[in-house]
């Protein structure tokens, strides 16, 4: 039979087209190594890649393009070795870089037939959702968590966007997080719970505890006074690590030392780190079992110890009465098996993650939401991944063919008893939130904010940076032509500290936000709110168009006189969420004509309205 008479899957016309079929695969992780394989045996030829991260030897055990000898080296650049090794006649690019970066703006998207996401943050996704959308290029988006999995189809006009809908909290984090820069509790449990596997369960090479060196945002800037050993490949550590705990009898004061005061002090020579975060306190085991401030350290009724944040010394306490217990438990077996249920497991896993909070100043937890939380983490499953970049795949061919009205969603998951069903997909595309603050014709969004005590470089990091994912805005004040944000380095400097309401931004005011680089233009409606209960989030970013009004004359503030039914149905982000990975909100758009027509310049442009007024500070294209 010749090749042109083999019966086929693919159509002709799709099997045409993929040869020259550009391809842009972002992330050469557990997903994206199996995708740029499928590709590769698929037939496309003209294949990119981009990567910020080096290989770890927790990547070896599921990232199959990668061995041993390529650990400390760019992912990008072996996936694309790899690849060429069993098909060199293809043509593939690798980059080493991060995605959010100014290289790869519009113009970089549009040359590509068709995206690929296998990411592993909700910032990166919305950044690369946001370009996919200015330059109209189709992108498929996956992600697993354990079991399960999700292959999503995105189209500008056609589908809903990625940003379109709340998402849950993630929970799965990146190891640097873990290991360099915990910012919520669960970070610290999860270390907490690497730290037992360390000393008293079985080896893990996902479970590293100690700093990460090659953490990439901290390039250059690490290791400044370690020991030379201190930055060889996680390797030799680990092994040291549990073998030196060993050596020195599971001594619970230098066990601590080690973890809570030099691994700390290490960190905090990786200094880029700490440019935009509160750099960690390092603490002493001395220093932690007579801890000031902690007035009552008897706490002994089971309920108490259970619902009550351990005090840090008392959490001193139990790291060291918990590790007596779990070392007499290992002298009897080969290694010991984390359990939520087993009392010193989780004393020991309670009292870490709460030394290493206050180190962080993360907030504390109970033991009880410890548990409930430790119960919860999940894994990384290579068969999940493989299913799921088979999948994206196989909607890559879809896409080639325009069979868009097919592309949808497909769910990876796990059978039940209910049913047998483990790959599901959708009946229909999911059609775009109208309310969607990216993708919407208009984008809107109102923010509650204490105007008074808000400085323009907290409005900038927390609320546009941190809740709106922007990578650089610029804002301006509508109506007024105050420039209050640039992009551009030594333009607006001086109103870093300075109040929103001394520029004249106060409850009602409109500010016209963009992002060059996500060529993203959104309207910001102000409103001024006062938190008023101890608990109240320094600000939110509500949903409802009704709070972009002015405030009403009874001197009540927007959005504080809903009930909690219509509170729960509006969809908010606030300030007490402390991450930038929970849910987003959905806000009401005016129905005017799409404003990102036209604005795909390299530099910014604010887009006022046509009335806009003369004083407005336009900067020039260089
Ligand atoms: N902004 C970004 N630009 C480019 N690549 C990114 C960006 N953010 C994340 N990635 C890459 O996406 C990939 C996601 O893969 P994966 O979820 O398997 O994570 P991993 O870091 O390899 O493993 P794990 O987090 O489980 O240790 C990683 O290789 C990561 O470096
Ligand atoms: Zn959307």
Known sequence: ????????????????????????????????????????????????????????????????????????????????????????????????????????????????????????????????????????????????????????????????????????????????????????????????????????????????????????????????????????????????????????????????????????????????????????????????????????????????????VWPISKCAQVFASSIDILKEALSKKEFLVWDKDDKPALDFVTACANIRGHIFSIPQKSRFDVKSIAGNIIPAIATTNAMVAGLVVLMVFKVLAEDYENCNSIYVRQKSIHSNVVIAPDYHLIKANPKCYVCSPQPYVGVSVNVDVMTVKEFETEILKKTLNMIAPDAILDGKGVFVISSEEGETEANNDKKLSELGIVDGSILKVDDFLQNYNLTIGVNHYVAKEKDDPPYKVVADVDDLKPSVENGQQNGSTESSEEKHSKMEVDGNAGDDDDDLEIVDKPDEDDPQEGTSSKRRKLNPPEDEDDDLIMLDDP
Request: charged share 25%; proline share 6%.
């Open 1 to 308: 039979m010749s090749p042109s008479t083999v019966p086929c899957v693919l159509t002709e016309k799709v099997r045409e087209i993929i040869p020259t079929s550009k391809i842009l695969v972002v992330g050469a992780g557990g997903i994206g190594c199996e995708i740029l394989k499928n590709l590769a045996l698929s037939g496309f030829a003209d294949i990119e890649i981009i990567d910020l991260d080096t290989i770890d030897v927790s990547n070896l055990n599921r990232q199959f393009l990668f061995r041993k000898e390529h650990v400390g080296k760019s992912k990008a650049m072996v996936a694309r070795e790899s690849v060429l090794s069993y098909n060199p006649n293809i043509s593939i690019k690798a980059y080493h870089d991060s995605v959010t970066t100014q290289e790869y703006g519009v113009n970089f998207f549009k040359r590509f037939k068709v995206v690929l996401n296998a990411l592993d943050n909700r910032a990166a996704r919305n950044h690369v959702n946001r370009m996919c959308l200015a330059a109209d290029v189709p992108l498929i988006e996956s992600g697993t968590a354990g079991y399960v999995g999700q292959v999503e189809f995105i189209k500008k006009g056609l589908t809903q966007c990625y940003e379109c809908q709340p998402k849950p909290p993630q929970k799965t984090f990146p190891g640097c997080t873990i290991r360099n820069t915990p910012s919520e509790p669960v970070h610290c449990i999860v270390w907490g719970k690497h730290l037992f596997n360390q000393l008293f369960g079985e080896d893990d090479p996902d479970q590293d505890v100690s700093p990460d060196t090659a953490d990439p945002e901290a390039a250059g800037s690490a290791g400044l006074n370690a020991a030379a050993s201190e930055t060889e490949t996680g390797n030799v550590q680990r092994t040291s690590t549990r073998q030196w705990a060993q050596q020195s009898n599971y001594d619970a004061a230098k066990l601590f030392n080690k973890f809570f005061k030099d691994d700390i002090e290490y960190l905090l020579t990786m200094e880029n780190l700490w440019k935009t975060r509160k750099p960690p306190k390092p603490l002493n085991w001395r220093e932690a079992a007579s801890h000031e401030g902690d007035a009552d350290n008897s706490i002994d009724s089971v309920r108490a110890t259970d619902m009550q």
